[in-house]
C-alpha cells in the first residue's frame, strides 16, 4: 500500500524539488525498526514512489546509497576511508576530542553510532554554516571521494568527508557515517531493492513520461500475478546486466514493459552465473536426470572466469562474483586473438580457469593457482601457468545465446573457436543419458584421477516433460510456462500441486544468477557431508598451548538474506596453516579497542545472532570454505532456528577450514534454508539429541 504521508514532514518543510537526504535516512530508520520483510518492501516502495513522482532524476542516487555501493562491483568504488581519516573529519566538524571519540567507540562499537553521540555534543562553535544535504549530493560526493587517488588525496577525502559530517543533522549523521564505512546496517536491502523497484515501477511513472503503469486489478490474486510478472522480469534483467546505472534510467524511460528489449546484456557488463545444483551421489543425479540427454563434464577445482570480447579485440575477464580481473590474467588476454575463429567479432565465454604444468599438461591444485598475485601480473613474468577449460558460450556477434539450448551453444562454442593446447581446451565431457550407468561412473573416478572435485552434469535440450522417478504413478502432466504439474496416482490435482506436484521443467537454456536442477553438481567426497559450507568468520577466542599467539577457535556464522544477520553456526579450531593462522591474527589483530583496525571490535555487532562471546570480534569480510562430518540440533547455536527445530538452531560436527572463498563476498555465504536443506543423518533422527557439535 502507497502512504504518501510516510515521509510528509520532511517533504512539506523541502522548499526546492531536489530530494532531501533527510528522505532517504528516514526510510532506512523506518526499515531498521523492523524486521517484517514486508514493511521493509512497503518503505522501500514508498520510497522510490515519492521520487520517481517528485525528483527522478535523484532515484539513481537513492537506489545506490540504499544498496550501500556507489557503483557496480566490477568498478572500482571502494571510498578508501580508513577509521582515521572518519575520526579525523569528526574532531573537525563536530569539535568532539580523539579521547572522547575513543571513548565513545568503547562504549557503541559502531561508527555510526559514535558519530551521532558526537554531534549531539557537539560544540556551540560552528566554524562553516550547514547546507541541508540532498541525496544527490550525498552521492556524487562519494564518488568523487572514490576517484581521488595518489599524493594529496587522504586531506582532500578527508575535507569532503568533513563537510558532509559539517552538513548532516540528527539520524543523517548516524546513516551518512555508517555509508562511509561501507556498512549500511540496515538488513537485506541489496535483494529486496529490485522486488520494490519492480512494485514502484508497476505503481508508479514520472510526471510527463510517455508510458503509463498497467491498470491495477481489483483482485489480490491478480495483483500478486501482475507483481510477480514484474518481479520476474527485474530479476532477469539484473542478473543479463547487474547494473543500476543501466537498470534505472532504462526504467524511468519506458517502466517495467521495455526491461526485457531494453536491458539485455551488455559487452564488459558481467552477467551473474548460472549455478549448479548440489545431488548426493551418482544415484541421485541418474534419478533427477531420468529421461533427457545430458553432458557430464570434468568439474576442475580452479577460478571461474567469464570472458568478455567486443569486435574491437578489447577483453575483460571476470570473476564468478562479478569483479573485474583482466590484470590478474594479461596470458589469457594475450591468447585471445589466437582463439577466434573465422567470423567471430564479439563474443562472452564462461570457463574455469585452472594451474597447469604446460610441459606435461597436468592440472595443479587450486592453491597453487592461488599463488598468483591477483593484480598487474607482468605477462613477461608469469609464475604460475594457467588453461582455460571453456564449457559455455553465453553471446556471439551481438547475440544473446541465453535462450538455446546447451547443445547448441556448445555446438557454437566448438565451432567457432579454436583450442591450443595446454592454454585453451574445451572441458572434457561425455555426453550421455541415465542408461550409461557404467560409462558415467568411469567418467566420475577419471575426473577424481585427473585432480578434478567430481562432475558437472547439465541437460543438453530443453525438456518440457515431467521426469518422475516413477512414471507409473503419474495419471496428469502438463505444460504451464516453465513448469510442469504432475498429478500422482492417489492424490487430487490440487493437493498434489500442493504437495510438490508442479516442478520445473528442465530447460537447456543458460539461466544467469538462478540454481536449478537442469545443471547438476556430483563431488568426491559426498558420502562425509551434503556439501561444503561457505561461512562468514565473525569471532576468535586467544589459542590455548602452540596456538597462543594466534586466535583459534574461530566463530562462524551463516548468513541471512531475509533479515541480514549472520547466525553462528560452530567453532572451527581445524585444518588452518600455521601460515594462514600467522596472516589471521594480522588481518584481524586486536587493536585493544582504539578502533585502529576496521576489521575487529569488542563490542558484538547488533546484527550478529550468537549466544558464545568470543574474545574479539570480527567485522563480516570473509567467507571460508568450510568441510564437516555431519549437522546437528543445537541448544548453543542460533544458526536456522525455526526451521528444523523451533527452540534449536543447528551446528556442525567437526568443520574444518578448506580455503579462503577469494570469489566469494560476504552476501554470498551459506544461507540458514541451505544449511536447513542439507540431509543430515543426525537431525533425521528425532531421538538424536547428543553429542552436540565442538562447544567445548
Ligand atoms: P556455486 O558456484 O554453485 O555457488 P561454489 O562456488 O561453492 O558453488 P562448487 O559447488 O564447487 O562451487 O561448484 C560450482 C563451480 O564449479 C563453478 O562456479 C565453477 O567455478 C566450477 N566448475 C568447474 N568445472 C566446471 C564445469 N565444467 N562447468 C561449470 N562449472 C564448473
Redesign the pocket.
Known amino acids: 500500500s502507497f502512504d504518501p504521508d510516510m515521509f510528509k514532514g520532511i517533504l512539506d518543510k523541502w522548499p526546492t524539488r531536489k530530494a532531501p537526504y533527510a528522505l532517504l535516512t528516514r526510510a532506512f530508520v523506518l526499515v531498521n525498526l523492523t524486521r517484517s520483510r514486508i514493511k521493509i518492501v512497503d518503505t522501500l516502495v514508498n520510497l522510490l514512489r515519492t521520487l520517481i513522482r517528485l525528483d527522478p532524476e535523484s532515484l539513481l542516487a537513492a537506489v545506490w546509497l540504499t544498496t550501500n555501493d556507489i557503483g557496480p562491483t566490477y568498478e572500482n568504488n571502494e571510498l578508501g576511508l580508513g577509521i582515521s581519516i572518519i575520526s579525523k573529519a569528526l574532531t573537525g566538524s563536530s569539535g568532539t576530542t580523539t579521547a572522547t571519540l575513543k571513548k565513545l567507540f568503547n562504549k557503541h562499537g559502531d561508527m555510526g553510532d559514535v558519530a551521532f553521540e558526537a554531534k549531539v555534543k557537539q560544540k556551540a562553535l560552528m566554524m562553516k554554516k550547514p547546507i541541508p544535504l540532498t541525496i544527490k549530493n550525498v552521492y556524487t560526493t562519494l564518488v568523487k571521494i572514490a576517484s581521488m587517488s595518489g599524493k594529496g588525496s587522504q586531506e582532500n577525502k578527508q575535507r569532503h568527508v568533513e563537510r558532509l559530517l559539517v552538513d548532516a543533522k540528527g539520524e543523517e549523521v548516524r546513516y551518512l557515517t555508517r555509508t562511509l564505512t561501507q556498512h549500511l546496517r540496515i538488513g537485506a536491502v541489496k535483494t529486496t531493492m529490485i522486488i520494490a523497484l519492480s512494485r514502484a515501477f508497476s505503481l508508479s511513472a514520472p510526471d510527463g513520461a510517455n508510458w503509463e503503469c498497467p491498470t491495477m486489478p481489483k483482485s489480490k490474486e491478480a495483483r500478486q500475478e501482475l507483481f510477480g510478472k514484474a518481479e520476474e522480469v527485474l530479476k532477469q534483467c539484473f542478473a543479463r546486466r547487474p547494473n543500476y546505472n543501466d537498470i534505472i534510467p532504462s526504467l524511468l524511460k519506458g517502466g517495467i514493459g521495455v526491461m526485457e528489449t531494453e536491458c539485455g546484456m551488455a559487452i564488459h557488463v558481467p552477467l551473474k552465473?548460472m549455478?549448479?545444483s548440489i545431488t548426493r551421489d551418482l544415484a541421485e543425479m541418474l534419478m533427477k536426470l531420468h529421461g533427457t540427454s545430458f553432458s557430464c563434464?570434468?568439474?576442475?577445482d580452479?577460478?571461474?572466469a567469464q570472458i568478455h570480447c567486443d569486435s574491437n579485440g578489447k577483453v575483460s575477464i571476470f570473476s564468478?562474483n562479478l569483479e573485474l580481473m583482466t590484470s590478474k590474467y594479461p596470458d589469457l588476454v594475450e591468447l585471445i586473438p589466437r582463439i577466434r575463429g573465422d567470423g567471430v567479432q564479439s563474443f562472452v565465454m564462461e570457463g574455469?580457469i585452472v594451474a597447469i604444468d604446460i610441459n606435461t599438461g597436468q592440472i595443479k591444485s587450486f592453491q597453487i593457482l592461488a599463488e598468483r598475485e591477483r593484480r598487474n601480473v607482468d605477462v613477461g613474468n608469469i609464475r604460475v601457468d594457467v588453461c582455460l577449460?571453456a564449457?559455455d558460450l553465453m553471446y556471439l556477434n551481438g547475440q544473446e545465446l541465453l535462450l538455446r539450448p546447451f547443445r547448441e551453444r556448445r555446438g557454437l562454442m566448438h565451432s567457432m573457436f579454436v583450442e591450443i593446447p595446454t592454454k585453451f581446451v574445451w572441458?572434457r565431457s561425455l555426453d550421455a543419458t541415465s542408461e550409461d550407468v557404467d560409462a558415467i561412473r568411469e567418467f566420475f573416478r577419471s575426473s577424481l584421477e585427473t585432480k578434478c572435485?567430481g562432475i558437472?552434469v547439465k541437460v543438453l535440450d530443453n525438456c518440457t516433460k515431467p521426469l518422475m522417478s516413477k512414471p507409473e504413478e503419474v495419471i496428469e502432466e502438463g505444460v504451464e510456462g516453465n513448469l510442469v504439474s504432475v498429478a500422482m496416482k492417489g492424490r487430487d490435482k490440487e493437493k498434489a500441486k500442493l504437495a510438490g506436484g508442479r516442478r520445473k521443467a528442465l530447460l537447456a537454456t543458460y539461466e544467469p544468477d538462478k540454481?536449478l536442477e537442469s545443471w547438476l553438481?556430483v563431488?568426491k567426497d559426498y558420502d562425509s557431508a551434503a556439501?561444503?559450507l561457505?561461512l562468514v568468520p565473525i569471532g576468535g577466542w586467544h589459542g590455548l598451548g602452540r596456538k597462543s599467539k594466534w586466535w583459534s577457535p574461530i566463530l562462524l556464522a551463516v548468513r541471512n538474506p531475509e533479515t541480514g544477520t549472520f547466525e553462528a553456526v560452530c567453532k572451527c579450531m581445524s585444518g588452518f596453516t600455521d601460515k594462514y593462522y600467522a596472516e589471521m591474527k594480522d588481518f584481524y589483530n586486536d587493536d585493544g579497542g582504539s578502533g585502529e583496525n576496521i576489521n575487529t571490535s569488542r563490542h558484538k555487532k547488533a546484527y550478529y545472532e550468537a549466544s558464545l562471546c568470543p574474545a574479539i570480534w570480527f567485522e563480516p569480510k570473509e567467507v571460508w570454505?568450510i568441510a564437516f562430518a555431519d549437522i546437528t540440533l543445537s541448544p548453543t547455536y542460533s544458526a536456522a532456528m525455526g526451521l528444523v527445530s523451533e527452540d534449536r538452531g543447528l551446528s556442525l560436527r567437526f568443520p574444518r577450514f578448506l580455503r579462503k572463498r577469494e570469489d566469494?563476498g560476504i552476501e554470498?555465504a551459506s544461507t540458514p534454508q541451505f544449511l536447513a536443506g542439507i540431509p543430515s543423518s543426525l537431525i533425521l533422527r528425532p531421538w538424536f539429541f547428543g553429542p552436540l557439535a565442538n562447544e567445548s
Open positions: 552465473p549455478l549448479g563434464e570434468f568439474k576442475y580452479g577460478q571461474r564468478r574455469e577449460f564449457f572441458v572435485e558437472m540454481r553438481k563431488k556439501d561444503t561457505d570454505e566469494k554470498e
